[in-house]
Structures are given as C-alpha cells and as structure tokens.
T-cell receptor, first 114, second 114 residues
Framework: DGGITQSPKYLFRKEGQNVTLSCEQN?????MYWYRQDPGQGLRLIYY???????QKGDIAEGYSVSREKKESFPLTVTSAQKNPTAFYLC?????????????FGEGSRLTVL | AQSVSQHNHHVILSEAASLELGCNYS??????LFWYVQYPGQHLQLLLK??????LVKGIKGFEAEFIKSKFSFNLRKPSVQWSDTAEYFC????????????FGTGTLLAVQP
C-alpha cells in the first residue's frame, strides 16, 4: 500500500536529549512537511521540503532540524533547544508539480518529555 | 500574518441534526481552501477542497462547503450528521504561490450523540 509511515508511534525522552522522528513515504511525492499538533492550537508547520536536498523553515522551526537526503525520507530531530517538545508530530507529503494542495498524512508520532 | 479561524472549538450534536462549522481566513489574495478530518485513532484525511469554479463544493460522506469570497469564509455543512461523523475537523488555506504549504485552523471537535 502506498502511504506515509512515521515511527515511532510513541516516544519518551528525558530533558536535554535529542530525538529523531522518522518519516518515510512511497507515494513518489516531491514535497514533504512536518507539523506539530497541540490541543486547541491546530497544526503548526515546523519545516517543509519541496525537493531533495532542500528545505525551508516553517512557522515554528526553532529547536528542530531536518534533512532531506532522499526523496522518500524526511526525518525530524527535536533538539534539546526546543523548550516545549511534548506534542503530537505529523508528517505529510504532496505532489509538487500539480500544486493541488492536498496533503497526505502519516499516523503521527507522540513525543513525551519526562 | 495570514491566519485561519475556526470559531467553534467543541460542538455536540444529536444524530440527524444539521451541522455547520465556521471557517474564516485572513488573506486578500488568491486562496485554495480545504477541510480535513481526523477520526479517532486515524490519520488526517482530506474531506473536500475548493480551487476555483462553483463556490459550493461537495466532499466525501455527504459533506459540502461554500466559499464566500466577500466574507473570507469557507463553512462546512452537512444536513444530517451520524454518530460516525464524530471527529476533529480542520479548515486549511493554501496561499497563492509555488508551494503546497497549508495554514491550518485550530480545529473543531465534533461529538455526535446517538
């Protein structure tokens, strides 16, 4: 089945540790995105990438880093500099050429900082 | 800054009641508009979208939305809700331009009582 796979589904981290969330897609999409979902705040864009080896900051990029070395992969690292990392993280992808605007989402990763 | 407002944070309805969820955006240029839905335990998925043409768009599961440009609104409607419509609904806006970056509203949690 084509889709987006995020792992792990649940992750616990101690304060001061970096953690990397995986996102893989087999939809052959050019563009990939990372959103953070918090109760009452909707989805906020962290980073996005329109093509391999290129990415841009979203609205809340501080304390996060990404890489896009392969078309199908867009890992997100939550660094110790992120002041409030406990959240639900969603990865998405879309076609770029058609610019349809439709995003396809993974099932999310819930990060809890202890 | 561009933003998307969903005024109803929580809505509780009985089955067969009619539904209207408000969505307003702040941007004066060309926009594409979306409603996404997140059923309990499932990933976000597209409900319907507006790009151009008829401002009344129909989506899956009997949902529809009307784009009123003069009011900067894109309200979601369904004449008769079912228990299975219980979910969180997100309005999103794609600004004119060369990316698929979406701005999401804060979401509306709909609970339908049988």
């Amino acid at each position: 089945d084509g889709g987006i796979t995020q792992s792990p589904k649940y992750l616990f981290r101690k304060e001061g540790q970096n953690v990397t969330l995986s996102c893989e897609q087999n939809l052959n999409h050019d563009a990939m995105y990372w959103y953070r979902q918090d109760p009452g705040q909707g989805l906020r864009l962290i980073y996005y990438s329109q093509i391999v080896n290129d990415f841009q900051k979203g609205d809340i990029a501080e304390g996060y880093s990404v890489s896009r070395e392969k078309k199908e992969s867009f890992p997100l690292t939550v660094t110790s500099a992120q002041k409030n990392p406990t959240a639900f993280y969603l990865c998405a992808s879309s076609t770029q050429g058609g610019l349809t605007g439709e995003l396809f989402f993974g099932e999310g990763s819930r990060l809890t900082v202890l | 800054a561009q933003s998307v407002s969903q005024h109803n944070h929580h809505v509780i309805l009985s089955e067969a009641a009619s539904l209207e969820l408000g969505c307003n955006y702040s941007y004066g240029g060309t926009v594409n508009l979306f409603w996404y839905v997140q059923y309990p335990g499932q990933h976000l998925q597209l409900l319907l979208k507006y790009f151009s043409g008829d401002p009344l768009v129909k989506g899956i599961k009997g949902f529809e939305a009307e784009f009123i440009k003069s009011k900067f609104s894109f309200n979601l409607r369904k004449p008769s809700v079912q228990w299975s419509d219980t979910a969180e609904y997100f309005c999103a806006v794609k600004l004119g331009g060369a990316t698929n970056k979406l701005i999401f509203g804060t979401g509306t949690l709909l609970a339908v009582q049988p």
